[in-house]
């Protein structure tokens, strides 16, 4: 056997050695490879998390404003199984936007626009002083500054009438000047800040189709 014949098959047996080598080590993914990463599927036992929901867990629209298992959260609780769309957050942003309408209307003695929005009783109320102010010719100016604060106080439910109330106090900020007939200011001043603390009960019968909820009763 000649020489070059000899180098060659020496050549060939290199190479397939070479071959071999570079496939087992492909062949194991090590090294600085970077992994594969796949989507899990959604649908299959490897795709849930790895944690469990647990279910009839506490109802955060309710526990998000008052003690859970406490009265209150309870009456919202009967609330909400009689009237499903009810929701208590929603309740609240209501009520916030309500307390301006209403408290507006009343120092600017413009009771009709509101009348659909409150009880008997309060009518009567605010109507009283607003007569007695026209009595005696003053004039109020009034400009609502905002709510500094508003919190859930107290839920009631009452199954025999499906009615349920729920009590909020209010913080709120607004200035307030009072003329006489003259126009003189006889009380407060458009610079002055009257910081006011108010407690609004508001009712409504969870099952009669009407979702505005009325004013029923003030206090501080």
């Known amino acids: 056997m000649n020489s070059p014949l000899i180098q060659l098959l020496v050549l060939a047996g290199i190479a397939v050695f070479l071959i071999l080598r570079l496939r087992g080590v492909l062949g194991t993914r090590e090294g600085f490879e970077?992994?594969?990463?796949?989507?899990?599927?959604?649908?299959?036992?490897?795709?849930?998390?790895?944690?469990?929901?647990?279910?009839?867990?506490?109802?955060?629209?309710?526990?998000?404003?008052?003690?859970?298992?406490s009265d209150a959260a309870k009456a919202l609780a009967t609330m909400k199984r009689v009237d499903p769309t009810f929701n208590v957050s929603e309740f609240l942003s209501g009520a916030r936007g309500a307390y301006e309408m209403i408290l507006m209307a009343f120092e600017n003695g413009d009771?009709?626009?509101?009348?659909?929005?409150?009880?008997?009783?309060?009518?009567?109320?605010?109507?009283?002083?607003?007569?007695?102010?026209?009595?005696?010719?003053?004039?109020?100016?009034?400009?609502?500054?905002?709510?500094?604060?508003?919190?859930?106080?107290?839920?009631?439910?009452?199954?025999?009438?499906?009615?349920?109330?729920?009590?909020?106090?209010?913080?709120?900020?607004?200035?307030?000047?009072?003329?006489?007939?003259?126009?003189?200011?006889?009380?407060g001043s458009a610079s002055e800040i009257k910081r006011q603390k108010d407690t609004w009960t508001f009712a409504r019968k969870m099952d009669s189709g009407d979702p505005n909820w009325r004013l029923v009763a003030t206090g501080e």
């Open 34 to 69: 970077k992994p594969a990463v796949t989507r899990p599927d959604p649908n299959s036992r490897t795709g849930k998390p790895d944690f469990d929901v647990i279910e009839g867990g506490p109802d955060l629209d309710i526990t998000d404003h008052v003690e859970e298992d």
């Open 111 to 187: 009771l009709d626009s509101i009348v659909p929005f409150i009880s008997e009783d309060v009518y009567e109320a605010f109507a009283g002083v607003v007569d007695e102010r026209q009595r005696q010719g003053l004039t109020i100016e009034a400009k609502f500054i905002g709510i500094s604060d508003m919190t859930l106080t107290d839920a009631e439910f009452e199954e025999v009438t499906n009615e349920g109330e729920i009590s909020v106090r209010f913080k709120s900020e607004m200035t307030s000047v009072v003329r006489d007939n003259a126009g003189d200011v006889i009380e």
